[in-house]
C-alpha cells in the first residue's frame, strides 16, 4: 500500500538558516510526489511536484526537492528560511493513474527571528 | 492552473443537522475529489467526485454520511450529514486531470459543528 512519512513533526530553525524537511514514501511503481505548504488558516498551496526527468526540482518561493529513488526520499530544501516560510508543510504521493493523493502527516515550521 | 472556489468557507453549524459544501472550478477539469482535515491532522481523502454517476468512497467514508453530487465537469458538492462535533474540520475540494500531473486544491472550508 501506498504511504508517506514525514519525520519530523516539528521543526524550528532561525531566519536566514537553511532547511530541510524530509519525505519518505512507499510506492510500487514510480510516484507522482508532491509537496504542498499550508499558512494558518489558509488553504493548501502546491510548492513543487515531481513526475519525470530530473531528480531536482524547482519549487515556487526558493524551495527545491530531490528525488531519491534508491532512498525512497523526496526531501524539500530552502538555502533559507524567511520568516514568512514559518507554516505547515506536507508531502504527498499520487497514483498517476487517478490523481487521489496520500498525504503525510505534515511537518510544522517555525522560524525563529 | 485551475482556480477552484469553495464556499462556504466558514461556518458554525448545530448539532444533528447537515451542510452542503460548494466547489466551483474556473475550467473543465476530469478528477474532483473531497479530502477531510480534521485538526491538527494531516488531509485524508473521503471520495471521488465522478461526474454523472456515484461518487467512489475511501474506506471509513460512506454515502449516507457525505453524500457527493457532480452534475457536470466543473462543479461538485459535498454534504456533510448529521453533523457531529467529530465532523468540525476542514473540507477540501481537489481537482486534476488525466494526465496533466497538477492537482489543485481550494481553499478549503471550515466547519464547526456545536
Known amino acids: 500500500a501506498q504511504s508517506v512519512t514525514q519525520p519530523d513533526i516539528h521543526i524550528t530553525v532561525s531566519e536566514g538558516a537553511s532547511l530541510e524537511l524530509r519525505c519518505n514514501y512507499s510506492y510500487g511503481a514510480t510516484p507522482y510526489l508532491f509537496w504542498y505548504v499550508q499558512s494558518p488558516g489558509q488553504g493548501l498551496q502546491l510548492l513543487l511536484k515531481y513526475f519525470s526527468g530530473d531528480t531536482l526540482v524547482q519549487g515556487i518561493k526558493g524551495f527545491e526537492a530531490e528525488f531519491k529513488r534508491s532512498q525512497s526520499s523526496f526531501n524539500l530544501r530552502k538555502p533559507s528560511v524567511h520568516w514568512s516560510d514559518a507554516a505547515e508543510y506536507f508531502c504527498a504521493v499520487a497514483s498517476g493513474a487517478t490523481n487521489k493523493l496520500i498525504f503525510g502527516t505534515g511537518t510544522l515550521l517555525a522560524v525563529q527571528p | 492552473s485551475a482556480v477552484i472556489s469553495q464556499k462556504p468557507s466558514r461556518d458554525i453549524c448545530q448539532r444533528g443537522t447537515s451542510l452542503t459544501i460548494q466547489c466551483q472550478v474556473d475550467s473543465q477539469v476530469t478528477m474532483m475529489f473531497w479530502y477531510r482535515q480534521q485538526p491538527g491532522q494531516s488531509l485524508t481523502l473521503i471520495a471521488t467526485?465522478?461526474?454523472?454517476?456515484?461518487?467512489?468512497?475511501e474506506s471509513g467514508f460512506v454515502i449516507d454520511k457525505f453524500p457527493i453530487s457532480r452534475p457536470n465537469l466543473t462543479f461538485s458538492t459535498l454534504t456533510v450529514s448529521n453533523m457531529s462535533p467529530e465532523d468540525s474540520s476542514i473540507y477540501l475540494c481537489s481537482v486534476g486531470g488525466r494526465g496533466s500531473n497538477t492537482i489543485y486544491f481550494g481553499e478549503g472550508s471550515w466547519l464547526t459543528v456545536v
Open positions: 467526485a465522478n461526474q454523472g454517476s456515484e461518487a467512489t468512497y
